[in-house]
């Protein structure tokens, strides 16, 4: 498909939704308030989700939209994805310097330079707050963390699936390199259970995404030939350009080792992680059963228990 | 109480809260994580509140952290509260002026600089989002919207019930002067009939805070006359510093003024909201009835279904 009969796609679904109530436009690009259905969606796909993992042990906790910015730059998201990034900063200057920052709001000047970053960042993925929460030595067995969170990502697009600002559930592991790569294949089957058996037909590809380390270019090679990251794809607005609705991500010891995470005999601690888009999810639901939840098919609506 | 006292009362019930596992630091102050047993508690809060508002017809809808900056300048909180502000910048230059961030960063050198503001700031009150989605002419009886949103302020403290980023629960009611103050009359009398009933003994009181118009302190005087702002306190750390766990707050019609919202006649709406700040409800709970939720008394536990 050519690009501007994608982006024909992207417009003529995003109206769909927002003319249905679905979503709520905010005059910005990929920042959407939701009705009552869109959310009872996203929860009962929550609730199915917990209720598939509950064999699977987990300490469930929350973490707030933004990160501690010194956590943030560990993480050496900055060098791959500068362009993604959310830097919070306010005003943390005196009377005389306030004056003139509203002399130049007023005077529609760049205001802002007179703010100054804060101890703050936006959140670029779910489990970050997850692993400087975990320094130190994990339990024997290691540990599994359940958690949803706030994802922000400077990517304004038309495309509704590509939000700057959406939810992962995600289920993290932390511990021996076996015990992360269990994980990883645990759920590289189970999240293809889960979404099947509501109708998405996702396939499974092995993906590149320079998420970790310097020289995103020469990492990216190196993480394809050692499967380290898996995507769960269907197609929502473009059959030739599918959605990643979920990925499975192993991360071998980069966190353990950026964040001193030590399994219980004192190795640096391996890590894996699933993640579901649920903003993702719930657009592909409405997408492949279409835009009346209510005349969804029986058989989904009854595993969702909606 | 002097200040060193009350810092003193600050840091031991943070402690007592990260000791029991309920609130987990992030090393930023005012940012932290939660464990189940608190968003148990903050989800059963959520739950009895719906519960008692069932009477009053709502529309649910759901909004992002992130704030379009148009409508954000509209409300002119950068005038009243530029030190509490959120404004995200990202990285929009290229290839030469990204080596230059990343020397800069490598160098200790602040590199925030070479970003620039994005089309969104932080949300400063849950129900920022709902005044521009509402523009244009309300349906006849105006409208009641029920919404949780996260609110950033950036005031990093000790007091663990002043957080840099909190969930809001709220009302808020669009439609005639008289809709408007009869929603808050409304909510003023349930809010306290909700607290009270779960062992929150609060105190109603009237509020300053300039939060709309410029030049606050000239506002401070007529908003106090008005009775527009109430807030329901409850000593958590401090008797004689009590916290506000909620508040009602008549905005007259500023609101509809700046967004341009119309009642059925063609009148400027008038608007009004309740604000329960969730994470301030479950820290006075827990206060109040002890750190270990199970030990709470049983008329409590079962008001909130825990």
Known sequence: ????????????????????????????????????????????????????????????????????????LKTEHVYNFPDLLGSIHSFKKREPEQAEMIR?????????????????????????????????????????????????????SDDPARMQIFRQREFVRLGTADEAREHRDYWIKMGKIILDSIGLKVKVVVANDPFFGRGGRLRKATQREQDLKHEFI?????????????SCNYHLDSFGSKFDI???????????????????????????????????PSEVLNILEL
């Not at 802002?112 to 960042?121: A, I, K």
């Not at 997850?130 to 990502?153: E, Q, W």
């Not at 269907?234 to 979920?246: H, K, M, Y």
């Not at 004192?266 to 939840?293: N, P, Q, W």
């Open 104 to 156: 130049k709001l007023n005077d529609n000047e760049d205001w802002t330079r007179d703010l100054d970053p804060t101890d703050v960042m936006m959140t670029p993925a779910a489990c970050y707050p997850v692993y400087p929460a975990n320094s130190g030595t994990l339990p024997l067995g290691g540990k599994t963390i359940d958690l949803t969170g706030h994802v922000f990502r400077h990517e304004p």
């Open 234 to 246: 269907i197609p929502i607005c473009s059959e030739e350009d599918p959605t990643a609705i979920a």
């Open 1 to 72: 498909m050519c690009e501007s009969k994608k982006h024909e796609s992207y417009l003529k679904y995003r109206d769909e939704l927002i003319e249905a109530g679905l979503l709520i436009p905010s005059g910005v690009q990929g920042v959407f308030g939701r009705n009552k259905t869109f959310e009872k969606v996203v929860a009962a796909f929550e609730n199915y989700v917990s209720k598939m993992a509950s064999e699977r042990k987990c300490e469930v906790v929350s973490f707030s939209p933004i990160l501690n910015r010194a956590h943030y």
């Open 262 to 296: 030590k399994t219980d005999n004192g190795d640096i601690a391996h890590s894996s992680c699933i993640g579901f888009g649920l903003e993702r999810v719930a657009l592909a639901l409405f997408k492949t059963h279409g835009i009346e939840m209510g005349k969804w």
